[in-house]
């Protein structure tokens, strides 16, 4: 896999735009950007995943600069619920069934 | 959407014994599963990859005697937990894919908390 650097941990308030950023300067061009959320004691979940264009669906938007060095997940208006661990994937081309989680992000929402 | 299925949900069993864990695609078929462990506060840990017919996939420094893995069905794979100790408590999580086609990404199941004591 591309190797992928998330921030430990970020706060957000209830209500606003929770921004987490993920490096993966090593990516190739054909290796996609996957993000998973695990909420406590429960299994992963998935979000969103995008190659080069910007990607939206009902859960997130994700934004990937156009050198595809770097990507944001945007969750528009963050509620309690979104408290969890968000990882970010970049896994080699034609395995992604066989995904390799790093340490994530940790997003915690705040009242 | 796809759903996976775990089962038991949670289990605590004795030092020694053997557990077994179930993993089941519910709506879809799945030619391969994955089974990854979690320590408290760490990440998933890929511990094997599951092909239907034919011998688990076991990543480095897993002990393939020890974690058991059958996928009898398109649809069910087992990890089998052998002389289970204490340090074998963990969170353990499976992942499957769509087996056609352009079937998408894996779907997770949502994971056994395994408790030796």
């Known amino acids: 896999d591309a190797k992928t650097t998330q921030p430990t941990s970020m706060d957000c308030a209830e209500g606003r735009a929770a921004n987490l950023p993920c490096n993966h300067s090593?990516?190739?061009?054909?290796?996609?950007v996957y993000w998973y959320r695990q909420i406590h004691s429960q299994g992963p979940q998935y979000i969103i995943h995008?190659?080069?264009n910007n990607e939206t669906n009902e859960m997130a938007s994700l934004i990937i600069t156009e050198d595809r060095k770097s990507s944001t997940l945007i969750l528009p208006h963050a509620t309690l619920r979104d408290t969890a661990v968000y990882y970010c994937?970049?896994?080699?081309?034609?395995?992604?069934?066989?995904?390799?989680f790093g340490t994530g992000t940790r997003l915690q929402v705040t009242l | 959407g796809a759903v996976v299925s775990q089962h038991p949900s949670w289990v605590i069993c004795k030092s020694g014994t053997s557990v077994k864990i179930e993993c089941r695609s519910l709506?879809?078929?799945?030619?391969?599963m994955f089974w990854y462990r979690q320590f408290p506060k760490q990440s998933l840990m890929l511990m094997a990859t599951?092909?239907?017919?034919?011998?688990?996939?076991?990543e480095q420094g897993v002990e393939k005697d020890k974690f058991l893995i059958n996928h009898a069905s398109l649809t069910l794979s087992t990890l089998t937990v052998t002389s289970a100790h204490p340090e074998d408590s963990s969170f353990y999580i499976c992942?499957?894919?769509?087996?056609?086609?352009?079937?998408?990404?894996?779907?997770f199941g949502p994971g056994t908390r395994l408790t030796v004591t």
């Open positions: 992942s499957a894919r769509n087996r056609r086609a352009g079937g998408g990404l894996p779907y």
């Open positions: 995008g190659l080069k």
């Open positions: 090593t990516i190739s061009g054909n290796e996609y």
């Open positions: 599951s092909n239907e017919g034919s011998k688990a996939t076991y």
């Open positions: 994937i970049a896994p080699p081309t034609g395995t992604a069934s066989k995904l390799t």
């Open positions: 709506d879809f078929q799945a030619t391969t």
